[in-house]
């Protein structure tokens, strides 16, 4: 066995996006139009950042890793509607072929799989497991959910064992480590090659897939691991390609030049259905849009404004001339397919005379202005921007739209200092505690709104630790009712999952992070 080591508990840290990283090593072309059915082409709409399963934080980066790296556990799929589906609320093997807990559930025991080996050919053992967790511990983005899942230390016994012990038992723990973020990584081949800048360009798995060309600004390529320890996958190879204009995704993929391409725009939905060879696979999803005011900026530091702000929102608008259908309405914090979702305390529909109302109860009789930051990148947003100027200004306020390149705004959003914006969210982790730590605790990393609540927060600190899921979620619909009442965010609407498909392509299995697996597809061309 490898040296025996012992990490210690966790600091939680600032949860920003890594750094962008060059090309990974050079590998295969591509020939979009003549796939064969072993080989498939997607377009996405830009080409990731790093390759580092720690520090990666966007579609694309969390598509590569999950496709060349394997984590100790993973979800176990089931069937809704005759579509394939992850079953979020089932952990099953993965690297580890089995587990115990503790009689307090404080400690975790894992027993590895036998013949796992990384993609350079060297064997992984429960001494990798300490080190990766190690890693993840000391990283900027991966170092917050460690912290979430209550991680204290981890030992290895053997070369197949490992042992996680809690701080305290915490219901979270198995749901987190199915991320992608906790994917077992070869630290020794890391460190042989100058650690986690060659990370950020190479991958260091044991998955279905190796990444042997990545160029962020034009394609990708993934190439079949022939060594993987488990099912072989159907595809040979996966050529991605980033094409920024979502019109010209929808072009390729008509024309069959592309097989698969995400973000399909909702009033392009409708047309694509009835282009033949094309399959839209839309579904609803815990992908949420929300309007943010910031708690700490006047005059949003007064919650009759906030909830005047909410009855100005033209929900049926949004959902109707923006969505296209493709989105439902969002009544909570919480997306409505998270178990333990509570819309009790939300009031809110379009009524201006009301919104009129609580202005003027709030001081603000002849209305107000504020600034609105609109992250670029996404029609929806700037349409949805527009439509909610224009009911705003029919009670007297006025609200000034400031255009801002995606990159910045990402790093504006961090500081906390914006006065609103609109934003997208969707969280991995299917669950309230993941969901409401992150975004709308007091010290939620991504509490861009400033919301501070004593009892939002204590009751998201006692559902941590209650093993009774009925409990959990009594707890968890008090906090939603709190937030609703207070209206941090104005509810704009979830999501569909649009993933348009060539009529070949098999296998998609929709899950909470919205990443694909490529393993599980096959294309019958």
Same mark, same amino acid.
């Given at each position: 066995?490898?040296r ?11 949860? &920003? ?6 090309n ?22 830009e ?31 089931t ?5 394939p589906t992850?079953?979020t609320?089932? #952990?099953?093997p ?6 115990? %807990? ?5 400690s ?13 050919g ?20 991966a170092?917050?959910l ?20 809690? &701080? $305290? ?17 070869n ?15 190479h991958?260091?798995?044991s998955?279905?897939y ?6 962020? $600004? &034009?394609?990708?390529v ?10 072989k ?19 390729l ?15 392009? %939905? ?5 282009q033949?060879g ?18 700490? #900026? ?12 909410s ?29 333990g979702?509570?819309? $009790?305390g ?10 009129k ?13 504020f ?23 029919? #009670? ?10 995606r ?23 299917n ?8 975004l709308?605790?007091?010290?939620g990393t991504?509490?861009? %709104? ?33 937030i ?10 979830e999501?569909?999952?649009?993933? $348009? ?8 299995t ?16």
């Amino acid at each position: 066995m490898k040296r025996r080591a012992t990490l210690a508990a966790a600091v939680a840290v600032i949860f &920003t996006a890594a750094g962008c990283g060059a090309n990974a090593n050079q590998g295969g072309s591509s020939n979009a139009g003549t796939a064969a059915k072993d080989t498939l082409v997607a377009a996405y709409s830009e080409g990731g950042k790093t390759l580092n399963p720690a520090e990666a934080n966007d579609v694309t980066s969390d598509t590569f890793v999950v496709a060349a790296y394997d984590q100790l556990v993973t979800y176990d799929r089931t069937t809704t509607d005759g579509k394939p589906t992850a079953k979020t609320d089932k #952990i099953v093997p993965m690297l580890a072929e089995s587990w115990q %807990v503790s009689s307090d559930s404080k400690s975790y025991t894992f027993t590895l799989r036998q013949g796992v080996k990384f993609e350079d050919g060297s064997a992984l053992d429960s001494d990798d497991v300490v080190k990766t967790f190690d890693f993840i511990k000391k990283s900027k983005s991966a170092s917050f959910l460690y912290g979430m899942a209550g991680i204290d230390t981890v030992t290895a016994s053997d070369p197949r064992t490992v042992k996680i012990d809690l &701080t $305290a038992p915490n219901h979270l723990f198995l749901q987190i480590l199915p991320m992608y973020s906790f994917s077992i990584i070869n630290i020794d081949k890391v460190n042989a090659e100058g650690g986690s800048k060659w990370l950020d360009t190479h991958t260091a798995g044991s998955g279905p897939y190796r990444v042997t060309k990545w160029d962020t $600004a &034009t394609e990708a390529v993934l190439e079949r691991n022939d060594t993987y320890w488990g099912e072989k996958p159907a595809l040979r190879k996966i050529n991605t390609k980033f094409i920024g204009e979502a019109s010209n995704r929808v072009q390729l993929l008509t024309k069959g030049e592309v097989d698969i391409a995400l973000e399909v725009p909702a009033k392009d %939905v409708d047309t694509l259905s009835k282009q033949p060879g094309v399959v839209i696979d839309s579904r609803a999803s815990n992908k949420i849009l929300f309007f943010g005011m910031n708690n700490a #900026i006047k005059p949003f530091d007064n919650p009759k404004v906030r909830q005047a702000v909410s009855y100005a929102i033209p929900y049926d608008k949004l959902l109707s001339d923006v969505m296209k259908g493709q989105a439902s309405p969002m009544r909570s914090s919480v997306a409505s397919s998270t178990p333990g979702f509570s819309d $009790a305390g939300n009031v809110y529909s379009h009524d201006l005379d009301k919104a009129k109302a609580l202005l003027a109860e709030a001081g603000y009789p002849n209305g107000f202005s504020f600034d609105f930051t609109l992250g670029s990148g996404f029609d929806d947003w700037s349409d949805d921007a527009v439509l909610i100027q224009a009911e705003l200004a029919k #009670i007297g306020v006025t609200m000034n739209i400031h255009k801002m390149a995606r990159p910045q705004f990402l790093e504006a959003l961090a500081t906390k200092k914006v006065q609103s914006y609109i934003s997208r969210w969707t969280s991995f982790v299917n669950d309230p505690g993941y969901h409401l730590g992150l975004l709308l605790t007091s010290d939620g990393t991504s509490n861009y %709104v400033n919301f501070h609540n004593p009892e939002v927060d204590s009751l998201w600190k006692q559902a941590s630790t209650e093993p009774d899921q009925n409990v959990r979620n009594d707890l968890y619909g008090k906090a939603q009712e709190i937030i609703n009442t207070q209206a941090p965010w104005a509810y704009l609407y979830e999501y569909n999952i649009v993933v $348009a498909e060539r009529a070949g392509v098999q296998g998609y299995t929709s899950y909470p992070d919205g990443i694909i697996r490529f393993f599980q597809l096959s294309n019958k061309g």
